[in-house]
Structure formats: structure tokens, C-alpha cells
């Protein structure tokens, strides 16, 4: 029989965590689309270099917190997964005030570099709440965390830009930021109470990375789930530097005025979150009841195959309606691959692991753009989102020949 009084606790936990991360999602795009036009403020007035240096920015911090992200992991293990969060959310809101307070383009780099260091947000936040939510419920947990998540992406830019066009300066738009990772902070600080889970012991030799990867690689279906992850983190950012372009070049071949450019290209990135948004609680939760591998086969198989339509799309508009069906099956890929993780990591092993996978979603998100643009820039834009089909099937034959639910 259950206890009503804990399955209330971890309820309210989760609740408090999809706060946060409604919070962080907010603070880590409020000011991400005003990054090339900050450049250009900070004195690089030149668009072709403009464009190499909101690249290089852009995703400098995505490699550097790869790289650490499994140490923060590993930490939270020993420390607690909730003074990570509280961590990892001070720490965004110092380096992204300091970022409106830079004089030149070296300066917003190393800070970049900086702030990616110190992150390890989404490792500390998964492994808490693998922690704190029952194993059965993970898919449900995940999925709205994911949603929660998504709301704040859409909300941010909006926030972000607004903002700075008010104030007329882009540095509003950093301010603002770190006053949303500080309010993840507070909510954190006062909201969220994390279970107690046996630590390792004291005395004991602390393994080294490489030791623990070898470890985390042991367990064969873990292992499995690195190539999932990065490329359902891949795919998704392959073709973000190139959509504007390929909405352009549609509406051209229409011979439409492109006055609108950024608005229709804001609405084909809103309708798949929208989409996302819709999907990621009800995928989550039936993730639960029908399996974890079928439900990423269900996903996998429905995003490759909404790259077609986007491939062949004759208009802007039968482009839009692909991107809406692309983020119905997204929204499932996420929130079921970390509640497999969840449940086939042990617990006092979570931080360190969620540390692992994160890792290969960063390494997703610095190759995707930058591959995705190399190949759009070689290859064409349709080519490329013909490549971007073929990956996701390359994904979902990897899941059916590797990936098992937990017994």
C-alpha cells in the first residue's frame, strides 16, 4: 500500500523543479538571439565577421560544458544533487550579469567560456529528479519537465528582445538573465527538498573520470544510450543556423517580399515548441505504460519521417505545417531516453551518470549547428535536411538493435 504523504512530497519536489527549470530556460534564451547583434555593438561592425564570431560564441560554451559536465555530475553524487542546482544557477546568474558588463569581443568569449565551466544545470537538475520521483513515474516526470522547460524557451527571447528594444541596449537583455537564473536559485533554495541517498563512503579512493566513464560504459544499455542522446540532440540542432535561409529562399522562389523574414522564421521555430509543449507530457507519461523502447521508436520514426515533407517542401507554409508534426514526435525523444537513463542508473550513481549523457547532448549541440551549416553551405539546404531524415532512422535502428527496457 502507498503512502499518500510521499507521493505528495515528490509531487510538490517536481513541481518546484519544473519551476526551476521553467526559470532556467528562460535565462538560457532570453538573450541567445541577441548575441550576433551584441557583437556588433561591442565594435565588430564587419557582417562577415560578425557572423564568425556569433559562431564561435555561440558555441563555445557548449563544448566546454561537455567537457566538465560529467565532473559536476560526479559531484553531486558526493555533495547532493540539490547544492549543485543551487550551484550550477548562482553561477549562471554571475557570469551572465558580467557578460552585459564586457567592453570587447575577446572579453564576451572568455566569459563564455567561463559560464560554461561552471554550469552543469541540466546533469544536477535530471539527477535530482531521478532521485526524488518514483521509477515508474519517471516518463511522466520527465516529459513535464521538458514541457515546463519548453514554455520558458518560448517566453525568453520574446522577454529578452522586448527588453532591449524598451531600454535600446542589448546589455538589458544579460541583466535580465541573471536576474531568471537567480530567481531558479531562490526557487531552489526554498522550494525543493531532496531525499536522502547514501553517499559514498569516506576514506575511500575517488575514482578518476576516465575510471568512472569505464564504469558508466560497463553497463551496456547506458552505454547504448550516449549515441541516442547525442544524436537526437544532433539532428534537432543541425538545421537552426540555416532555417531563416531556407525560409528565404522558399519565399523568394515564391517571389514574396521577405519584409517578414524573422517573424515567419519565429513562427516555424514557435509551432514545433508549441507542438513539443503538446506532445512531451502525454509521450512522457505513456513511455511509463508502454514501454520506453517503443515509445523512442514511435519518435524516432515519426521525426525522420517529418524531414521529408520539410525537404520537399514546395512553400513556406507546407514547410511550417512539417515543423508543427516534427515537434509532436520530439517532444517525446528527451523525456523518455533520461527516464530510461533513470531507471537503469543507480541511484547513488545518477549525478555521475546524468553528468555522462549530458555530455553527449553538448557534444550534440556544438557539432549539430556547426556541421549542419558546413554541410547546408556544401550540399544545399534540402540536401541537408534529407541527411538530417537519414540520421534519425540511423537512431532508431540503433534503439531497436540495442536499447532494452529495464527488466
Request: with cysteine; aromatic share 10%; charged share 10%.
Amino acid at each position: 500500500m502507498g503512502h499518500p504523504q510521499a507521493a505528495d512530497s515528490w509531487r510538490r519536489i517536481l513541481v518546484a523543479m519544473m519551476a526551476v527549470q521553467f526559470t532556467m530556460m528562460m535565462a538560457f534564451t532570453s538573450s541567445m538571439p541577441l548575441v550576433a547583434l551584441y557583437i556588433g555593438e561591442l565594435g565588430v561592425t564587419d557582417p562577415f565577421w560578425q557572423n564568425i564570431w556569433a559562431g564561435v560564441v555561440g558555441c563555445s560554451n557548449f563544448l566546454i560544458a561537455a567537457i566538465v559536465s560529467p565532473y559536476w555530475g560526479a559531484l553531486a553524487d558526493r555533495t547532493g544533487r540539490k547544492l549543485m542546482v543551487l550551484r550550477s544557477t548562482f553561477a549562471i546568474a554571475l557570469f551572465t550579469a558580467l557578460l552585459g558588463l564586457v567592453q570587447n569581443v575577446w572579453q564576451l568569449l572568455a566569459v563564455r567560456f567561463l559560464q560554461g565551466a561552471v554550469t552543469g544545470y541540466n546533469a544536477s537538475a535530471n539527477a535530482l529528479v531521478a532521485t526524488t520521483v518514483p521509477e515508474g513515474k519517471l516518463g511522466y516526470a520527465f516529459g513535464w519537465m521538458q514541457s515546463a522547460g519548453l514554455v520558458g524557451t518560448l517566453i525568453g527571447p520574446l522577454a529578452g528582445g522586448l527588453l532591449a528594444d524598451v531600454t535600446g541596449s542589448y546589455r538589458t537583455a544579460f541583466y535580465l538573465t541573471s536576474s531568471f537564473a537567480f530567481a531558479a536559485f531562490l526557487i531552489t533554495l526554498f522550494l525543493v527538498r531532496e531525499p536522502k541517498v547514501q553517499k559514498p563512503a569516506t576514506g575511500v579512493r575517488k575514482p578518476s573520470m576516465i575510471e568512472q566513464f569505464k564504469s558508466v560504459l560497463a553497463l551496456k544499455q547506458l552505454r547504448a544510450m550516449f549515441l541516442v542522446l547525442f544524436l537526437a540532440q544532433f539532428t534537432v540542432m543541425s538545421v537552426n543556423p540555416v532555417l531563416s535561409l531556407f525560409i528565404e529562399e522558399l519565399l523568394t522562389a515564391e517571389g514574396q517580399l521577405v519584409t517578414y523574414l524573422g517573424t515567419i522564421a519565429g513562427l516555424a521555430v514557435a509551432v514545433t515548441g508549441v507542438a513539443d509543449l503538446i506532445a512531451s507530457p502525454f509521450l512522457g507519461k505513456r513511455s511509463d505504460q508502454l514501454g520506453y523502447r517503443r515509445v523512442l521508436t514511435i519518435c524516432l520514426a515519426g521525426a525522420g519521417l517529418m524531414y521529408l515533407p520539410q525537404m520537399l517542401a514546395p512553400n513556406v507554409w507546407v514547410y511550417v505545417a512539417a515543423r508543427f508534426g516534427l515537434g509532436l514526435f520530439i517532444g517525446g525523444i528527451l523525456p523518455t531516453a533520461n527516464a530510461l537513463i533513470g531507471n537503469l542508473a543507480p541511484k547513488e550513481q545518477r549525478g555521475q551518470i546524468f553528468g555522462f549523457t549530458a555530455s553527449a547532448q553538448l557534444m550534440g549541440s556544438f557539432l549539430g549547428p556547426l556541421l549542419g551549416g558546413l554541410g547546408a553551405a556544401l550540399f544545399g539546404i534540402r540536401a541537408m535536411l534529407g541527411v538530417t531524415a537519414l540520421l534519425y532512422l540511423v537512431n532508431l535502428i540503433w534503439v531497436r538493435k540495442q536499447v532494452q527496457d529495464p527488466s
